[in-house]
Protein backbone atom coordinates (compact mmCIF):
# COMPACT_ATOMS: atom_id res chain seq x y z
CA UNK A 1 0.00 0.00 0.00
CA UNK A 2 1.13 3.47 -0.70
CA UNK A 3 0.03 6.77 0.52
CA UNK A 4 0.29 10.01 -1.47
CA UNK A 5 -0.30 13.56 0.05
CA UNK A 6 -0.04 16.22 -2.18
CA UNK A 7 0.76 19.95 -1.16
CA UNK A 8 1.78 23.16 -2.87
CA UNK A 9 -0.65 23.84 -4.97
CA UNK A 10 -2.50 27.84 -4.91
CA UNK A 11 -2.73 31.12 -7.15
CA UNK A 12 -0.20 32.56 -8.87
CA UNK A 13 -0.45 35.19 -11.76
CA UNK A 14 0.62 34.42 -15.62
CA UNK A 15 4.50 33.61 -15.95
CA UNK A 16 5.16 32.98 -12.52
CA UNK A 17 6.37 29.01 -11.23
CA UNK A 18 5.26 26.77 -8.66
CA UNK A 19 6.58 23.75 -7.04
CA UNK A 20 4.02 20.68 -6.44
CA UNK A 21 5.35 18.25 -3.85
CA UNK A 22 3.68 15.05 -3.33
CA UNK A 23 4.76 12.65 -0.10
CA UNK A 24 4.97 9.24 -0.33
CA UNK A 25 4.64 6.79 2.46
CA UNK A 26 5.01 2.92 2.53
CA UNK A 27 8.06 0.73 0.65
CA UNK A 28 9.26 2.23 -2.43
CA UNK A 29 10.23 -0.58 -4.81
CA UNK A 30 12.62 -0.14 -8.02
CA UNK A 31 9.78 -1.32 -10.26
CA UNK A 32 7.44 1.85 -9.20
CA UNK A 33 6.54 4.59 -11.30
CA UNK A 34 5.15 7.56 -10.35
CA UNK A 35 3.12 10.38 -12.23
CA UNK A 36 1.90 14.00 -12.07
CA UNK A 37 -1.63 14.40 -13.51
CA UNK A 38 -3.86 17.29 -13.84
CA UNK A 39 -7.62 17.66 -14.88
CA UNK A 40 -9.49 21.10 -15.68
CA UNK A 41 -12.91 21.13 -16.03
CA UNK A 42 -14.59 19.62 -19.25
CA UNK A 43 -11.16 17.97 -20.20
CA UNK A 44 -9.70 14.84 -19.89
CA UNK A 45 -7.54 13.73 -17.13
CA UNK A 46 -3.86 14.41 -18.43
CA UNK A 47 -0.72 12.48 -17.81
CA UNK A 48 1.63 15.41 -17.49
CA UNK A 49 5.19 13.69 -16.49
CA UNK A 50 6.35 10.97 -14.98
CA UNK A 51 9.58 8.79 -13.86
CA UNK A 52 10.53 5.38 -12.55
CA UNK A 53 11.92 5.45 -9.55
CA UNK A 54 15.96 6.44 -9.16
CA UNK A 55 15.62 5.23 -12.54
CA UNK A 56 15.44 6.02 -16.57
CA UNK A 57 14.69 9.69 -17.94
CA UNK A 58 11.46 11.31 -17.06
CA UNK A 59 8.67 11.31 -19.23
CA UNK A 60 7.05 14.64 -20.41
CA UNK A 61 3.74 15.32 -21.93
CA UNK A 62 4.16 17.71 -24.90
CA UNK A 63 1.94 20.49 -23.42
CA UNK A 64 4.55 20.67 -20.37
CA UNK A 65 7.76 19.72 -22.17
CA UNK A 66 10.69 22.34 -21.21
CA UNK A 67 8.25 24.52 -18.96
CA UNK A 68 7.62 21.50 -15.87
CA UNK A 69 10.54 19.23 -14.00
CA UNK A 70 9.73 16.45 -12.75
CA UNK A 71 12.28 15.17 -9.62
CA UNK A 72 12.70 12.71 -6.71
CA UNK A 73 14.18 13.09 -3.34
CA UNK A 74 15.01 9.34 -2.16
CA UNK A 75 15.75 11.26 1.61
CA UNK A 76 12.32 12.47 1.78
CA UNK A 77 10.47 10.09 0.02
CA UNK A 78 9.05 13.20 -1.95
CA UNK A 79 8.67 13.81 -6.16
CA UNK A 80 7.83 17.56 -7.28
CA UNK A 81 6.66 19.28 -9.79
CA UNK A 82 8.10 22.06 -10.77
CA UNK A 83 6.08 24.60 -12.79
CA UNK A 84 7.47 27.55 -14.53
CA UNK A 85 6.46 29.85 -17.33
CA UNK A 86 2.51 29.29 -15.87
CA UNK A 87 0.03 29.67 -18.47
CA UNK A 88 -3.68 30.30 -17.48
CA UNK A 89 -4.51 27.44 -19.26
CA UNK A 90 -2.43 25.60 -16.85
CA UNK A 91 -5.30 26.12 -14.38
CA UNK A 92 -6.29 22.52 -13.24
CA UNK A 93 -6.66 19.74 -10.14
CA UNK A 94 -2.84 18.74 -10.18
CA UNK A 95 -2.94 14.93 -8.82
CA UNK A 96 0.28 12.73 -7.96
CA UNK A 97 -0.17 8.90 -8.92
CA UNK A 98 2.13 5.73 -8.40
CA UNK A 99 1.51 2.32 -9.96
CA UNK A 100 3.77 -0.53 -8.56
CA UNK A 101 5.28 -1.64 -12.05
CA UNK A 102 6.41 0.92 -14.10
CA UNK A 103 5.34 -1.33 -17.14
CA UNK A 104 1.34 -1.61 -16.03
CA UNK A 105 -1.64 0.31 -17.76
CA UNK A 106 -3.02 1.73 -14.71
CA UNK A 107 -1.57 3.91 -11.87
CA UNK A 108 -3.10 2.73 -8.94
CA UNK A 109 -2.44 4.87 -6.10
CA UNK A 110 -3.54 8.37 -5.85
CA UNK A 111 -3.25 11.65 -3.97
CA UNK A 112 -6.46 13.85 -3.09
CA UNK A 113 -5.25 16.60 -5.30
CA UNK A 114 -4.36 19.92 -5.40
CA UNK A 115 -6.09 23.25 -7.18
CA UNK A 116 -3.31 25.38 -9.44
CA UNK A 117 -5.14 28.60 -10.52
CA UNK A 118 -3.21 30.51 -12.67
CA UNK A 119 -4.25 34.11 -13.28
CA UNK A 120 -3.97 36.65 -15.97
Known amino acids: QVQLVESGGGLVQAGGSLRLSCAAS????????LGWFRQAPGKERELLAAIRWNAGAPYYADSVKGRFTISGDNAKNTVYLQMNSLKPEDTAVYYCAAKDYFWQKDYNYWGQGTQVTVSS
Open 26 to 33: GRTISTRA
